[in-house]
């Protein structure tokens, strides 16, 4: 575990890291149930795919060393929402900023995590891609442009995201990579979890992969007038755009 900070509060991060030089690094964040045994499984993963993984303790600001099971998912719900937002992206912030060095930032997060991940695409520095899987509560951003690629996973039998809100997101936000995983359940990808399916965890982590070693390994997106998320040619050329230049995919 290692220490980092963010706006004067401490909070631990599982770190694992790769053999040998890293390809660059992914930043995990938690679902409900904490930095647990799942969500060190999974940064060990990518440290084995050859990056520097960190998984930060988000809940270590109002309760530290939260490790919750399955049948806890109310108490985790609890301390989610007397966190908020606004601390936590710092914290995605600050983490980031501590591996940096390894090169380009990918941050993938699961349940609350996964949401988490689409706020901070929109409002963290120095990332290359986010993923995001089952996670709830996107219906709440659709509006807002995406400004890095992002991709989603949805679990087709995931009770808190039905099968209409997963149509809506589609629709309005088509900048977004997004799959959907039949017979698959939330918590899908946790090997030791109740809900795991093999079939819908391979499909998605190979997909994950894919897209980390695209934005992170590889040649970054082609920036393109008027492609949503790549839509970001505001850089040099931002002074001689008109207003209206980059309007971005259809809000309905």
């Excluded at 930060?56 to 806890?72: C, G, R, T, Y």
């Excluded at 589609?170 to 809900?195: E, I, L, Q």
């Excluded at 070693?213 to 001689?240: C, I």
Aim: negative net charge.
């Amino acid at each position: 575990m290692i220490e980092v900070t963010a706006n004067e509060v401490k909070f631990s991060a599982y770190r694992a890291d790769p053999e040998g030089a890293p390809k660059g690094a992914v930043v995990v964040l938690q679902d409900v149930f904490g930095v647990n045994a799942d969500i060190r499984k999974i940064a060990d993963g990518f440290a084995a795919a050859g990056y520097v993984a960190v998984a930060p303790s988000l809940f270590d600001k109002v309760k530290s060393n939260i490790e919750l099971d399955a049948s806890a998912d109310a108490e985790g719900r609890s301390l989610t929402a007397e966190l908020g937002t606004e601390w936590p992206i710092e914290a995605i912030q600050a983490t980031v900023d501590t591996v940096k060095d390894a090169g380009k930032v990918a941050l993938v997060g699961y349940s609350w995590g996964g949401y988490l991940a689409y706020l901070a695409a929109n409002k963290v520095k120095g990332l290359a891609c986010a993923i995001g899987y089952h996670a709830d509560g996107l219906l709440e951003g659709v509006m807002e442009k995406r400004r890095i690629p992002t991709l989603i996973h949805f679990a087709e039998q995931d009770p808190l995201v039905p099968e209409e809100d997963r149509i809506q997101f589609r629709a309005r936000r088509p900048d977004v990579s997004a799959f959907s995983y039949p017979n698959a359940s939330r918590g899908f990808g946790y090997s030791a979890g109740p809900a795991y399916n093999a079939e819908a965890a391979e499909k998605a982590q190979e997909r994950t992969l894919f897209w980390i070693s695209q934005y992170v390994v590889g040649q970054g997106p082609v920036l393109l007038k008027n492609a949503g998320a790549y839509a970001q040619a505001k850089t040099e050329k931002k002074g001689k755009k008109k207003a209206d230049d980059d309007m971005g995919p259809p809000a309905d």
